[in-house]
């Protein structure tokens, strides 16, 4: 089993900036594929966000958060981090982080094994 906990979400102008974090615990990292961030915004479906693999550090992102947002890890502490940075009223949404123990799409949530509660995060323009 592994936990997922997020922090940082919060109300922000728009054009300012937020720094998310998704803190892991439980099954060991050793067998993680990746991590990821999905958002859903009211009345709307899950979307893909942004996912690092655990081993070499490789990203991917959503072209609407291509060159404003910039994922991150630590293996100590076992952390993900989300940049966020130019932000616009249409990055409302509830941000939830995500860990995948298996290879394949990782835009996909279906590959996604753990999911966090989740962190509000709110543009105000």
């Known amino acids: 089993q592994v936990r997922l906990v997020e922090s940082g979400g919060g109300l922000v102008q728009a054009g300012g900036s937020l720094r998310l974090s998704c803190a892991a615990s439980g099954r060991t990292p050793l067998s993680r594929r990746a991590m990821g961030w999905f958002r859903q915004a009211p009345g709307k479906d899950r979307e893909f966000v942004a996912a690092?693999?655990?081993?070499?550090?490789?990203?991917y992102y959503a072209d609407s958060v291509k060159g404003r947002f910039t994922i991150s890890r630590d293996n100590a502490p076992n952390t993900i981090y989300l940049q966020m940075t130019s932000l616009k009223s249409e990055d409302t949404a509830v941000y939830y982080c995500?860990?995948?123990?298996?290879?394949?799409?990782?835009?996909?949530?279906?590959?996604?094994?753990?999911w966090g509660q989740g962190t509000q995060v709110t543009v105000s323009s």
């Open positions: 690092i693999t655990w081993s070499g550090g490789v990203t």
């Open positions: 995500a860990a995948a123990y298996r290879s394949g799409a990782y835009s996909s949530p279906g590959l996604y094994d753990y």
